[in-house]
C-alpha cells in the first residue's frame, strides 16, 4: 500500500472538516431554534461540541422533538 503524500491527505480531510463543521453548526442553529428538545438545551449543546460529528448525528436522530 503506498503512503499518501502531504497534499493528497489534505485534499481528504479538508472536504470532511468543512462538512463536520457544516453539520455542527446546522444542528447548533436547530437547538437554538428548537422550542422543545428531549433532554435539557444546555446538554445537547455540549453533546454536540465535545462529540462533533457523533454528537451532531445524536441530536438529530434522538433530540429533537417533531411535532
Known amino acids: ?3 499518501l ?3 493528497q491527505l489534505i485534499s481528504l480531510i479538508v472536504p470532511l472538516a ?3 463543521a457544516i453539520l455542527m453548526i446546522t444542528a447548533l ?5 428548537a422550542e422543545r428538545t428531549r433532554g435539557p438545551k444546555w446538554l445537547w449543546a455540549l453533546i ?7 454528537g451532531s448525528i445524536s441530536f438529530f436522530l434522538f433530540g ?4
Not at 442553529?29 to 431554534?33: D, T
Not at 454536540?48 to 457523533?54: A, N, P
Open 1 to 3: 500500500m503506498d503512503h
Open 5 to 7: 503524500t502531504n497534499t
Open 18 to 20: 468543512i462538512l463536520q
Open 29 to 33: 442553529v436547530v437547538l437554538v431554534k
Open 48 to 54: 454536540i461540541v465535545f462529540f462533533s460529528l457523533f
Open 64 to 67: 429533537r422533538r417533531l411535532n
